[in-house]
C-alpha cells in the first residue's frame, strides 16, 4: 500500500503543544502523517480512518503520540522509509497495527492490526 493512497502529508511543528500544519516540505517537516493502514484497508478507504504521526528524533518527548521518533530517509512521499532502533511503527493503542514505512509504502502483509 503506496503511502500516497494514505494521503500521507509531511507536518510541522507551529508551537508549543503540539499543534501543527500539515504541508511542511519534506527537506523542513518535524515529521509525518498518513492514514492508518489497518483501518484504511477495513474501512474500505479513508471514510472513519484514523491518522497516524511519526514525529523525527529532534521533536521532545513531550509533544504527542510518544514514544516513538524515526529518521526520514527517502526525498519525499514516494519513496519515504523510516529508520529507527527497530524502525517498526507499533500502535499501542485504538487499532494496534504494527508495520514498517519503506520506499514510499507499507509492505504487504503490515496492514492488519495485532490482536
Do not use: Y
Not at 493502514?37 to 523525527?56: D, R, S, Y
Not at 500502535?91 to 492490526?113: D, K, T
Request: net charge negative.
Amino acid at each position: 500500500m503506496k503511502l500516497t493512497e494514505l494521503e500521507a502529508r509531511f507536518i510541522k511543528l507551529t508551537g508549543e503543544g503540539g499543534n501543527f500544519r500539515d504541508d511542511a516540505a519534506f527537506a523542513d517537516c518535524d515529521g509525518v502523517m498518513f492514514l492508518c493502514p489497518a483501518c484504511f484497508a477495513a474501512n474500505g478507504g479513508p471514510i472513519g480512518t484514523h491518522v497516524v504521526i511519526c514525529w523525527k528524533p529532534h521533536v521532545p518527548q513531550t509533544i504527542s503520540p510518544r514514544p516513538g521518533r524515526w529518521n526520514q530517509g527517502g526525498s519525499g512521499v514516494h519513496d519515504l522509509t523510516l529508520h529507527a532502533g527497530s524502525s517498526s511503527i507499533w500502535l499501542q493503542g485504538g487499532c494496534g497495527w504494527h508495520g514498517f514505512v519503506g520506499n514510499g509504502g507499507v509492505p504487504p502483509g503490515e496492514a492488519a492490526s495485532i490482536p
